[in-house]
């Protein structure tokens, strides 16, 4: 059976994702200590692998977070199947605001990916492919010729 997870524990993880994030952007990875995530949430380190077993968790749960969460954004635009120019317009308006509301998370992927295992970092690439790719695919429809661009 399962061990039932005290109230606020999600959001507690949540609050460490997003100091870790935060930090992580900031100083990098590499500088970042678990002293400081535990600092910034203010809580106890132990608190931290009460979490996350270890900073390399750390960083592979934001980054699977944020490629996930724009993948839905992705997912969920083409599933109201609007009409090319409309989908296009929902895209780069999704996009632009979840880039604003993420920046740290965006940067912690784009900057700090390379610290994950090969295995990890290889993984979270094919779903960052996947969303650039659907992107790609919605700019091609409005405009076609820059498909041969590719």
């Known amino acids: ?54 900073k390399q968790e750390l960083l592979a749960q934001i980054c699977d977070s944020h490629v996930h969460s724009l993948l839905a954004l992705v997912e969920e635009v083409k599933a109201r199947q609007l009409a090319p120019d409309a989908q296009l317009r929902a895209l780069i308006e999704r996009f632009t605001r979840s880039y604003a509301d993420a920046q740290a998370q965006h940067r912690v992927l784009t900057s700090e990916i390379k610290f994950l295992a090969d295995v990890e970092r290889e993984r979270l690439l094919d779903v960052e492919r996947r969303v650039v790719g659907e992107f790609a695919a919605a700019v091609s429809l409005v405009r076609p010729e820059l498909r041969e661009a590719n």
């Not at 993880?13 to 203010?42: H, K, Y």
């Open 1 to 54: 059976m399962a061990r039932k997870r005290a109230p606020g524990f999600e959001a507690q993880r949540e609050d460490i994702l997003a100091a870790a994030a935060r930090l992580f952007a900031e100083q990098g990875f590499s500088a970042t200590s678990m002293n400081q995530v535990a600092e910034a949430c203010g809580v106890a380190k132990p608190t931290l692998y009460h979490y996350f077993q270890d």
